[in-house]
């Protein structure tokens, strides 16, 4: 089956630093999400990217679909942005695949 | 913006039990999901339902489980005899087009103790 790799596993960051993740998948997909975990446990949808960029506020993400990877940009993180960021990608049909996760930790 | 909600939020059950997880799709989506993280992993697909049916699901839907759309707002993941190693977080999702055209919104999840 389709391998999703992020790296990497554990960030930690000062508030208001950049930073970039990464997610690599072994396959051709159709589908692209990103999401981030709350230390609640919910999954928040931050883009739906099958290739392409986008924008919202601080956070962007390129998918290279032709090259099997995904990044995701946080630029001025604040510790709200601190939790697991989870991509995941859609393997036969509706199966989707999720990576181990980017664990983001940011200090004030 | 609508948004997926899934009951209970936290479900204790005694092993060997059978539970009920349930789910509220968005009201115009045709496709749905149940996922399942246990603590500290990745999330782990488990099965796809379409029209009624099981369209897809993964080596950890044994017979064990069950979903059911039992009216035309809910969408329930039934698990029988409950194992210690069910303990997780149980994430119902919808999307309103299947296959790869649109994207997957998730409830806040039931969290699950096998007891």
């Known amino acids: 089956g389709i391998q999703v790799e992020q790296s990497p596993p554990d960030l930690i960051l000062q508030e208001g630093a950049n930073s970039t993740l990464r997610c690599n998948f072994s396959?051709?997909?159709?589908?692209l999400q990103w999401f981030h975990q709350n230390p609640w446990g919910q999954l928040i949808n931050l883009f739906y990217i099958p290739s392409g960029t986008k924008q919202n506020g601080r956070l962007s993400a390129t998918t290279v679909a032709t090259e099997r990877y995904s990044l995701l940009y946080i630029s001025s993180s604040q510790t709200t942005d601190s939790g697991v960021y989870f991509c995941a990608v859609l393997y036969n049909n509706n199966d989707m695949r999720f990576g181990a996760g980017t664990r983001l930790t940011v200090k004030p | 913006e609508p948004e997926v909600t899934q009951t209970p939020s936290h479900q204790v059950t005694q092993m060997g039990q059978e539970v009920i997880l349930r789910c509220v799709p968005i009201?115009?989506?045709?496709?749905f999901y149940w996922y399942r993280q246990i603590l500290g992993q990745k999330v782990e697909f488990l099965v796809s339902f379409y029209n009624n049916e099981i369209s897809e699901k993964s080596e950890i839907f044994d017979d064990q489980f069950s979903v059911e759309r039992p009216d035309g707002s809910n969408f329930t993941l039934k698990i029988r005899s409950t194992k210690l190693e069910d303990s997780a977080m149980y994430f119902c999702?919808?999307?309103?087009?299947?296959?790869?055209?649109?994207?997957?919104?998730f409830g806040d999840g039931t969290r699950l103790s096998i007891l």
């Open positions: 999702a919808s999307s309103q087009g299947g296959f790869s055209n649109q994207p997957q919104h």
């Open positions: 009201s115009n989506h045709l496709y």
């Open positions: 396959d051709s997909v159709n589908n």
